[in-house]
Every structure is written in C-alpha cells, then in structure tokens.
C-alpha cells in the first residue's frame, strides 16, 4: 500500500505491506483452529489414542507461531521523504538512510526469465538500498511511476518493453 503527502517543497511516501487480517482478527483464527484441533484431540483420546495429544498441541503451536510470524510482518513500513536536495529513507526497524538526490539514481529490475516481482533499488556511488521488498508487483509499478514524476532518473533493466 502506498500513501503520498505532497508539501511545499517535499514529497512523502508512506510504504506498508497489504494487511489481510488484522492482529485481533489473527487471533480470533488461532482461538478457532485450536478449538477445532483440541476438540479432534480430546476425542481421540478418550477413544484410548492418547498419543495423538501432544502432536496437536504441537500442531497448535507451530501454527500459531507462523501466523504470528506473518501478521507481525505485515506492520513494517518504509517512508520516503524526497525533498529538493535529498532523499530520505526511514523505515519500521528504526534505521535512517540518506541519499543526495542529484547523485541517485532508482534502478526498476525487473526478472526476465523467472518472472518475480521486480526490485526497486536506489543507488549512489557509497550505497545501494533495495525499497518497497513488501510490495507487489502493482504497487511496485505505480512506486515506480511516482518516483518518476518526482523528478528521479529511472533506469529500466527490460528498456525494449515500455
């Protein structure tokens, strides 16, 4: 998902991945699946198959830490401030980067032979920061385009195919 401030002499772009479910909603499922799986389990063991007890709790457990796992990744974001001088990358881990704009340039990598989503890396002569990973190919696109029309320089690995 991209959202984009525009101010006097700056532009901002706030990058955050699409959020299926939300934490609480998240939670609701991992309360059903374990009541489902639970249940199964109970029955099985007054049937006298005990042994099936723990291999569900294990189950439980390793779904529920997956799904936590995916959910917390979901509330990274990126933020771009470009401003007239300079572009300034911030992102959810607390890490700060910034690049002089005339000297960036934004490389748009798109797979040639394996079809994967595209890149979008920045790069300088000191530094190269890969941005948006989280996105998909859509809005990798339309970031593309918005950094365009901010005035960076664009450069397209597949030239031949707009």
């Not at 525009?6 to 532009?11: A, G, H, K, L």
């Not at 934004?106 to 948006?132: M, Y």
Request: with cysteine.
């Amino acid at each position: 998902m991209i959202e984009i401030s525009t101010f006097d002499d700056s532009t901002q772009l706030r990058l955050s991945p699409n959020r299926s479910a939300t934490w609480k909603q998240t939670k609701l499922l991992m309360l059903g699946f374990t009541c489902f799986v639970v249940s199964i389990a109970v029955a099985w063991t007054l049937v006298g198959a005990w042994v099936i007890l723990p291999f569900a709790g294990l189950e439980v457990l390793a779904l529920s830490l997956i799904m936590y796992l995916v959910s917390r990744a979901t509330y990274q974001w990126e933020e771009v401030v470009i401003n007239k001088d300079t572009i300034r990358i911030i992102n959810s881990k607390g890490t700060q980067l910034v690049l002089q704009r005339v000297q960036t340039s934004l490389f748009f990598i798109e797979d040639i032979h394996n079809r994967r989503i595209p890149k979008l890396v920045f790069s300088t002569t000191q530094a190269k920061c890969e941005i948006g990973a989280f996105l998909n190919e859509k809005d990798k696109s339309l970031l593309q385009h918005h950094f365009s029309e901010a005035g960076i320089m664009v450069c397209k690995n597949k030239w031949w195919n707009g």
